[in-house]
């Protein structure tokens, strides 16, 4: 027995990590570019193409807000769609453009309000959330989702009496190009606040909290606090997702979260973020995309199924084929694949990092272990 | 004035009291040990201690302070470490990550500068791996540093944890049978250890122990708790020669005012009161 060392000591360099980081530099640039270049120029193709590619964009913001709520908190929600709704709402009739096109001030203001009136209403759901969990959260938060969509969003008032409310773009983004790239300038913010969370106190309280909240309260969490926190900051990045989708559409129609549409949202949000991997940014990105890919709005699947002849029946369809891949999906994660996406991507990750790149990684992933601690098991 | 002083606390679960009356003192730089046979509400007792359980009745004195009705964040803010019996760690996380956890309180940046990506954080990341790196350095565990949990042996677990509830920063700790999972060798170590912790960094130390080798060593006083009531306390030596604590732990000549009831297992009175 040595205990010498008193508790503060100098740090041993690691070298060998530094430079093994910086030979892989070159390699990952390399990498990184074919990537930069599809998620930049291809939506230049045509305005099919930008269009689709933005509302990639607000789905990967949702699968961002999702990712710290369900998981680094481990909390699940499956009325998501309010919080979108609820930005679109409150940008659109903030800024009510009529016929005209939208001030380029208020336009930001709206954008601010919108994460900041979601912010709220997720700190509410929060609220109400921190005494249950489980199945009963996942019913209480389904029930808010809709509850509050079809009561609040169908008020003639705030809908524009029915007719929806427009949001005509700012001139200087009313290219759809254009619009596509303030859509991923927005999808860095939430990128950034992501990765900021994650490397701090925030997130490993966050995440110490999902797998055992006795032993985050010990290590002087405050459980209480942390997950109305993850609430409110998950509700504030779908409100902004919302607040760009009412741009995207032009216009706040209460149709487009209420009823069925809007329950279709909230499974595809949190379907999205379970095959993406829980806890895994990389994985839930690439899910949201495909989902906003496959969605029935997208003009992808229209072409593909005109190529093969099953135009007919995709029209006959369109509206449950997301939800059926989807399903399909979720199943092989849960039962083959349970760190999801992020797991499957993880060495490709790993190596993106600076790590020696390997297909055997013997510690495993986050996702894997937000799957075993996290309360979505239900 | 002591570090730790417990008043009258009672617990009642129901019908069932599981700590009644118990009174308790730890001073400065003292090494307590709290016995007692399974059930005897020594893991209720530092529920309360800790905040987890709200007492029935009675106190909880922290260095004068009432701190009776705190939550458990606030009791680790202000130093009151402690430990779990089945080892309290982020399961999904690394070693390194779980002794960032663990030092939440002593961050110095708030929260909102951490989701706005403030340059404080950093540099204060860079202090807490530091600190982190240190402990493990301590512990002599410092090839475990990017391992999950997982992969890791009982007893080295139970030693991260140690180390975890000194990222705390702690001026109390509450060890909750830190030598479980080790042998006699290992908990020997872990008894010098104890008292190295204890010489550098003026830990003042409660710890439920059933391993009597250890307790004799590290021990500067005893209580012992036979179904929530105190049945014996004093030095070491004393304790472990009084006939009443070797008939509880051995089931010899009970007195008949023991022979109540078994308690539950404090574990699952735990995992049912939390759930």
Redesign the interface.
């Known amino acids: 027995?040595t205990?010498t060392?008193?508790?503060?000591?100098?740090?041993?360099l690691d070298l060998d990590a530094h430079r093994r980081t910086r030979r892989r530099l070159g390699a990952r640039t390399a990498a990184a570019l074919p990537l930069l270049a599809v998620v930049l120029l291809l939506p230049l193709h045509s305005d099919g193409f930008a269009n689709i590619a933005a509302y990639a964009a607000i789905f990967v913001m949702v699968g961002l807000s999702m990712n710290v709520l369900t998981g680094y908190t481990g909390q699940i929600s499956l009325g998501h769609q309010a919080f979108v709704g609820l930005g679109a709402l409150t940008t659109a009739n903030l800024i009510n453009t009529g016929t005209t096109a939208a001030d380029p001030f208020l336009f930001g203001i709206g954008m601010v309000t919108a994460a900041a009136a979601s912010g709220a209403a997720a700190l509410l759901l929060g609220a109400v959330a921190l005494r249950i969990r489980g199945l009963y959260l996942a019913l209480v938060t389904l029930v808010f989702g809709s509850v509050f969509a079809d009561a609040i969003f169908t008020l003639p008032s705030l809908n524009g009496q029915d007719a929806g409310v427009k949001a005509y773009r700012p001139t200087a983004l009313s290219s759809e190009y254009r619009f596509y790239l303030f859509a991923l300038a927005m999808v860095v913010v939430c990128y950034?606040?992501d990765?900021?969370?994650r490397?701090?106190?925030?997130g490993?309280?966050l995440?110490?909290l999902r797998?055992?909240?006795?032993?985050?309260?010990?290590?002087?969490?405050?459980?209480l606090g942390y997950k109305l926190?993850g609430f409110t900051?998950s509700g504030a990045m779908a409100g902004l997702a919302g607040g760009v989708f009412a741009f995207w559409t032009q216009q706040f129609s209460d149709k487009d979260f209420t009823a069925a549409a809007g329950f279709n949202l909230a499974l595809t949000f949190v379907v999205m973020v379970v095959v993406g991997g829980l806890a895994n940014r990389g994985g839930v990105i690439i899910a949201a995309v495909f989902f906003a890919l496959v969605s029935p709005i997208s003009p992808m699947m229209g072409a593909i199924a005109q190529h093969t002849g099953w135009l007919n029946f995709y029209n006959d369809h369109k509206f449950y084929i997301s939800n059926v891949i989807g399903a399909v999906l979720l199943l092989q994660t849960v039962v083959l694949n349970p760190g999801g996406l992020g797991q499957v991507i993880r060495p490709f990750a790993r190596w993106f990092a600076g790590h020696p790149f390997t297909l055997h990684d013997?510690?495993?992933g986050?996702g894997?272990?937000?799957m075993?601690?996290s309360s979505v098991r239900a | 004035m002591s570090v730790l002083e417990v008043r009258d606390l009672t617990i009642r679960f129901g019908g069932l009291t599981a700590i009644d009356s118990l009174d308790l003192k730890v001073d400065e730089w003292e090494i307590v040990g709290l016995m007692g046979p399974n059930g005897a509400g020594k893991t209720t007792a530092f529920n309360c201690i800790t905040g987890f359980y709200k007492p029935s009745r009675g106190q909880v004195f922290y260095r004068g302070d009432d701190v009776t009705k705190l939550p458990p964040h606030r009791k680790a803010a202000l130093g009151i470490g402690r430990t779990f019996q089945n080892v309290g760690m982020v399961k999904s996380e690394t070693v390194l990550e779980n002794l960032l956890t663990a030092q939440h309180t002593k961050t110095g940046y708030g929260a909102l500068q951490a989701v706005v990506g403030s340059g404080v954080v950093r540099a204060r990341e860079k202090e807490l791996v530091t600190r982190a790196e240190a402990i493990l350095e301590l512990l002599g565990l410092g090839e475990f540093r990017d391992r999950r949990l997982g992969a890791l042996s009982y007893g080295t677990l139970k030693l991260l944890e140690l180390g975890c509830a000194l990222a705390t920063d702690p001026d109390l700790l509450l060890l909750d049978e830190p030598s479980s999972g080790m042998g006699p060798e290992e908990s020997h170590q872990l008894g010098e250890r104890l008292l190295t912790l204890r010489k550098e960094l003026g830990v003042t130390m409660l710890l439920i122990e059933h391993h009597v080798p250890l307790v004799a060593a590290v021990c500067d006083y005893v209580y012992v708790l036979n179904f929530g009531k105190l049945l014996a306390e004093g030095d070491p030596d004393h304790v472990r020669n009084h006939p009443e604590v070797v008939a509880a732990y051995l089931g010899g000549e009970a007195p008949e005012a023991l022979a109540e009831t078994e308690l539950p297992e404090d574990q699952q009175e735990l995992a049912e009161v939390t759930s």
């Open positions: 027995m205990v060392s008193p508790p503060i000591a100098a740090p041993a950034y606040v990765v900021c969370v490397r701090t106190k925030v490993r309280g995440i110490a797998d055992n909240e006795l032993v985050a309260s010990a290590f002087g969490v405050n459980v926190l900051l013997p510690d495993g986050d894997v272990g937000a075993e601690g």
